[in-house]
Nanobody, 114 residues
Framework: QVQLVESGGGLVQPGGSLRLSCQPP????????IGWYRQVPGKQREWVALITVALDTNYADSVKGRFTISRDNAKNTVYLQMSSLKPEDTAVYYC????????WGQGTQVTVSS
């Protein structure tokens, strides 16, 4: 089963920024809405943001105004720009199609800590 590969995570101080990347295969990128999700150990994976092929976006209330999702058609890449990061944003971040048609990758760890 195809799995997406996420990158761009790291350790950042509260108030800092990070940009995550996800590069689906082109045949998938051109057709599906792509979403970002995150998961904290012991908790269910939660949806964070999505972007449609038509570039419509939507965000979870917890990240609205701080995170921006975008897609670069030339690079078939979806980005999640995260700003004003908070300790509660610490999680492993994943991308997948919506609906979730692909296997979950390893994700990328984001740690917000001073």
């Amino acid at each position: 089963q195809v799995q997406l590969v996420e990158s761009g995570g790291g350790l950042v101080q509260p108030g800092g920024s990070l940009r995550l990347s996800c590069q689906p295969p082109r045949n998938i990128f051109n057709i599906y809405t792509i979403g970002w999700y995150r998961q904290v150990p012991g908790k269910q994976r939660e949806w964070v943001a999505l972007i449609t092929v038509a570039l419509d976006t939507n965000y979870a209330d917890s990240v609205k105004g701080r995170f921006t999702i975008s897609r670069d058609n030339a690079k078939n890449t979806v980005y999640l720009q995260m700003s004003s990061l908070k300790p509660e944003d610490t999680a492993v971040y994943y991308c997948n199609t919506i609906p979730n048609t692909l296997g979950w990758g390893q994700g990328t760890q984001v740690t917000v800590s001073s």
